[in-house]
């Protein structure tokens, strides 16, 4: 990655209809424009999200979604939809980087995003990004939440199963959503940590102690398990297989699509689906690989993206 940069500007968005939602600034202020699209929904940005850019070409806006990171309130579901957050990246676009274009990079949830934003707006995307595809459809959900990955991690399983009575085992999703919004402070933390670990041990190749770190305090679990169950409840707040669909609208947006081989969270078979439904863009199979952004073959086809798509501007590379 690149080297770490600071913020040169940051401030709050306000939604008007009950957020705050927190950007930040990185990189040249007058390089190519960029917007960056975190996962979860909930996970909120990082610092090394800005090292995916070349920080001479590139003046890249971060934000942390409603309700997640420096967003408030913190882990509000209240107008927290798919397209509330299409609405956040248009106002961000339009107030904050004050550009007609932007290149639009989202991995995982960031992923289906960027291809929302993309299809709503497609003559505001100059490049999209993606890595780790997710469209949130019903199969995809049952994979992780329900059965499919649970095959790869019985271990792991069993503590995702354990706040959960075997009655209400059918429905995983529906079952977790009763105790993440209910009022006993004890259940909706020990449901948060078990939806969050769930994830936080299953989404790299090989065991990773940062990522198991990553939203271990209760408070990030709860903001992380409370609004990915929200959003996966209601299906992404979209018709099943609508991002598929759309693809053809993309067709005249340049692109790069990249997937670990090995993606037990978001496995291979959506990216492959939007893949062939979007041949224009290039498509990378990492074969060494999971779902993380930072494992080493998915990040080097990240930079190498980044790289590709960045533009002189009078500063050396």
Not at 259 to 282: F, I, M, N, S
Request: one cysteine or more; a negative charge; glycine letters at 8%.
């Amino acid at each position: 990655m690149y080297p770490e940069i600071q913020p040169y500007s940051q401030g709050f968005l306000n939604t008007k209809d009950g957020h705050q939602v927190y950007w930040e600034l990185c990189g040249n202020p007058d390089g190519k424009p960029a917007i960056f699209l975190h996962g979860g929904p909930g996970g909120g940005c990082s610092p090394a999200h800005r090292r995916l850019f070349n920080p001479q070409r590139y003046n890249v806006l971060l934000f942390d979604q409603r309700g997640c990171g420096r967003s408030v309130p913190h882990a509000s579901l209240e107008n927290n939809t798919t397209w509330d957050l299409v609405a956040d990246i248009e106002r961000l676009r339009t107030e904050v980087l004050k550009t007609e274009k932007v290149l639009v990079f989202g991995g995982s949830w960031g992923s289906t995003l960027g291809l929302a934003y993309a299809q709503t707006h497609p003559h505001r995307v100059s490049e999209l990004i993606v890595r780790g595809i997710f469209t949130v459809r019903h199969e995809e959900l049952q994979w992780f939440y329900q059965e499919g990955a649970s095959w790869l991690f019985p271990d792991h399983w069993e503590n995702y199963l354990a706040p959960i009575p075997e009655n209400e085992r059918h429905d995983l999703i529906t079952a977790y959503r009763k105790r993440l919004t209910g009022d006993d402070r004890k259940a909706k933390v020990e449901a948060a940590q078990a939806w969050t670990q769930w994830e936080s041990h299953t989404i790299t190749l090989l065991p990773n102690a940062a990522h198991l770190a990553e939203h271990a305090d209760d408070e990030s679990a709860l903001a992380f398990a409370r609004i990915e169950n929200h959003y996966f409840v209601h299906k992404g707040f979209m018709e099943e297989g609508q991002l598929l669909r759309n693809a053809h609208l993309l067709h005249s947006i340049p692109g790069v699509i990249i997937q670990g081989r090995y993606d037990a969270c978001t496995p291979v078979k959506t990216a492959w689906e939007l893949h062939k439904a979007w041949p224009q863009a290039e498509f990378h199979l990492v074969n060494d690989a999971g779902h993380a952004f930072d494992e080493p073959g998915i990040l080097a086809k990240l930079i190498a993206a980044t790289d590709k798509f960045s533009v002189p501007c009078g500063l050396p590379a």
